[in-house]
């Protein structure tokens, strides 16, 4: 059964820490997804991958977050620096046709 | 662009009745339609989709949804929730244009009483 894996988990930091957190696609997926979920927010949209090239970032604050492929096995979200306002679920999903995405079960961050 | 509202935030519905979540939707073209569960703690996990063809879609754990064009709507039904059922559904449309990108729904948190 092919899964999207997330690590770490969970992630508690303080406030000006670089977070970096990793997503593992399901094997042969070609787009890539990372979504973050608030209470306050809901589900967005940070930014997405196809066959590793970024296709939109626009969801994403450019100041301090990035993300990367830096092969089709590995995605990457990183934060630099972070902030209280960044605690949240990071959900990374994969997909390879239109519209159906797999998502991992989500990192949760907590800044201090 | 595309939207999508989910008008309820909560539903509490007792175990073994039915439950409809409602899922309206913005979009020029012929939309592809999801709904998707999370259970706490847990990712989305997808449902059931619709991108053409007949307009009720069945999908896991006894759920199934009707695209009806007219009102722009893609409710999701079961006809007898278990306790299992409680957790959060997120309708969401996507769009050939769009490639892969989904836009989501606000969610409606679902509690099943005993």
């Known amino acids: 059964d092919a899964r999207v894996t997330q690590t770490p988990r969970h992630k508690v930091t303080e406030m000006g820490q670089e977070v970096t957190m990793r997503c593992q696609p399901i094997l042969g997926h070609n787009t890539v997804f990372w979504y973050r979920q608030t209470m306050m927010q809901g589900l967005e949209l940070l930014a997405y991958?196809?066959?590793?090239?970024?296709?939109?970032d626009s969801g994403m604050p450019k100041d301090r977050f990035s993300a990367e492929m830096p092969d089709a096995t590995l995605a990457t979200l990183k934060i630099q620096p972070s902030e209280p306002r960044d605690s949240a679920v990071y959900f990374c999903?994969?997909?390879?046709?239109?519209?159906?995405?797999?998502f991992g079960p989500g990192t949760r961050l907590l800044v201090l | 662009a595309q939207s999508v509202t989910q008008p309820d935030i909560h539903i509490t519905v007792s175990e073994g009745a039915s439950l409809e979540l409602r899922c309206n939707y913005s979009?020029?073209?012929?939309?592809?339609l999801f709904w998707y569960v999370q259970s706490p703690g847990q990712g989305l996990q997808l449902l059931l989709k619709y991108f053409s063809g007949d307009t009720l879609v069945q999908g896991i754990k006894g759920f199934e949804a009707e695209f009806k064009r007219s009102q722009s709507s893609f409710n999701l039904r079961k006809p007898s929730v278990h306790w299992s059922d409680a957790a959060e559904y997120f309708c969401a449309v996507g769009a050939q244009a769009a490639g892969n990108k989904l836009t989501f729904g606000g969610g409606t948190r679902v509690l099943v009483k005993p």
């Open positions: 999903a994969s997909g390879i046709r239109v519209g159906t995405q797999y």
């Open positions: 991958f196809r066959n590793r090239a970024p296709l939109d």
């Open positions: 979009y020029g073209a012929t939309p592809y």
